[in-house]
Every structure is written in structure tokens, then in C-alpha cells.
């Protein structure tokens, strides 16, 4: 069935290292994949999107890569900072279906200052 | 600009009983999604609204169903509460169906018990 996961479920990193944050997928009708930020007791925040037909995309310390080859779309956090710390969900928007999200199970970063 | 907003924040209630939660989607938001997020898994797609009609639905009982006003604020009712249900309770609404633009709400808490 449909599913977004991820590789690993917690990243350690120290203060202003880099981090990547991996995702594999299993759709390929999707016309956009995200990555959300998710803080305790808080909702989703959109962090950066990517187009299925581009394969990076970079924005403030954020780049994501898509590579459709082998369904993985992958987050990269540039001088990882404290307020960095959160819970990262990467998601599928099928756009032929109403821009339905499928999530995936989510990676805790946790950055050691 | 207002946000997403979500009433009530937390609810706790019986198993049996049932439930109703509210969403004021982002001014100029014709387009509500909700979802529900169990702990530590990533958000997953119940029903979206558009225009006061179901616009699409995931793998949820009937007894997960929804409302959407002329203002576009919404409504999800949880008939027959299962321990099951006990989650956080997100939406997002969005500037028209199929976008990909979605703004989240900070959700409401549910636990049955």
C-alpha cells in the first residue's frame, strides 16, 4: 500500500554540525513531497517542499533531495542549531487526490549544544 | 494574517461516547484536511472538506465524520469512541483543493479512556 517511512526514527548531532534526515517512499503519483517540522505540542510546520520532476531544492540552511531512482528524498540541515530540535516528518502531497498528505513515521533531532 | 485554530486543546472522554472537534481554517482557506496523529507515528489523513462537500477520504470507519460551514470553519465528530482514538487530533487547511500550500493547526488531544 501507500507508505513513507523513514530510515532511522532519532539523529544526535552536535551544535552546528550539518544533519540529514532521510525518507524513502513507495509512491510515485505524487506531485510534491515535504518536509515538516514538528515541535512538542505543536503542528506540523512546513519546512520545504520539492516538485516531483526537480531533484534540489535549497532554502535557508534547508536543501532536500529527491532521487526518484530509488524513491528517496532525503533533508539537509546546514550549521544545526537548538531551536533545530524537533520531530522531522517528510510527506507525500497527491495532488490528484484533494493534496491528501501521506506521512511517514517521523525522525526525533536532537541537537547537543 | 490569522492562522489555524483548534478548540478544544485537550478532551478527555469514555470509550462509548462521543466527540466533536472544531477547526477555523487560515483566512481566505476554502479547504480543510484533518488528520490524526497517534504517538510517535506520523499524521494520517482522515477527510478533507472543500466548499461545504467531503472531498476525499482515508481509511477511517464511518463513524469518523465531518462538517464544513459557509465559512469554511469545520467540524470532526467521533461517534462510539474506541481506546484506539485516543490521539492528536490535527487540521490543515489550505487555499484550495489539491495545493500544496497547508497550514496546521496545533491540534487537539483526545484521550479515551
Known amino acids: 500500500g501507500e507508505s513513507v517511512g523513514l530510515h532511522l526514527p532519532t539523529l544526535s548531532v552536535q551544535e552546528g554540525d550539518n544533519s540529514i534526515i532521510n525518507c524513502a517512499y513507495s509512491n510515485s503519483a505524487s506531485d510534491y513531497f515535504i518536509w515538516y517540522k514538528q515541535e512538542s505540542g505543536k503542528g506540523p510546520q512546513f519546512i520545504i517542499d520539492?516538485?516531483?520532476?526537480?531533484d534540489k531544492r535549497q532554502g535557508q540552511r534547508v536543501t532536500v533531495l529527491l532521487n526518484k531512482t530509488v524513491k528517496h528524498l532525503s533533508l539537509q540541515i546546514a550549521a544545526t542549531q537548538p531551536g533545530d530540535s524537533a520531530v522531522y516528518f517528510c510527506?507525500?502531497?497527491?495532488?490528484?487526490?484533494?493534496?491528501?498528505?501521506?506521512f511517514g513515521q517521523g525522525t526525533e533531532l536532537s541537537v547537543k549544544p | 494574517e490569522t492562522g489555524v485554530t483548534q478548540s478544544p486543546t485537550h478532551l478527555i472522554k469514555t470509550r462509548g461516547q462521543q466527540v466533536t472537534l472544531r477547526c477555523s481554517s487560515q483566512s481566505g482557506h476554502n479547504t480543510v484536511s484533518w488528520y490524526q496523529q497517534a504517538l510517535g507515528q506520523g499524521p494520517q489523513f482522515i477527510f478533507q472538506?472543500?466548499?461545504?462537500?467531503?472531498?476525499g477520504r482515508g481509511n477511517f470507519p464511518p463513524r469518523f465524520s465531518g462538517l464544513q460551514f459557509p465559512n469554511y470553519s469545520s467540524e470532526l465528530n467521533v461517534n462510539a469512541l474506541e481506546l484506539d482514538d485516543s490521539a492528536l487530533y490535527l487540521c490543515?487547511?489550505?487555499?484550495?483543493?489539491?495545493?500544496?500550500?497547508?497550514?496546521f493547526g496545533p491540534g487537539t488531544r483526545l484521550t479515551v479512556t
Open positions: 490543515a487547511s489550505s487555499p484550495r483543493t489539491g495545493a500544496r500550500e497547508q497550514y
Open positions: 510527506a507525500e502531497n497527491m495532488g490528484n487526490q484533494g493534496g491528501k498528505l501521506i
Open positions: 472538506y472543500y466548499r461545504e462537500e467531503e472531498n
Open positions: 520539492i516538485r516531483s520532476n526537480m
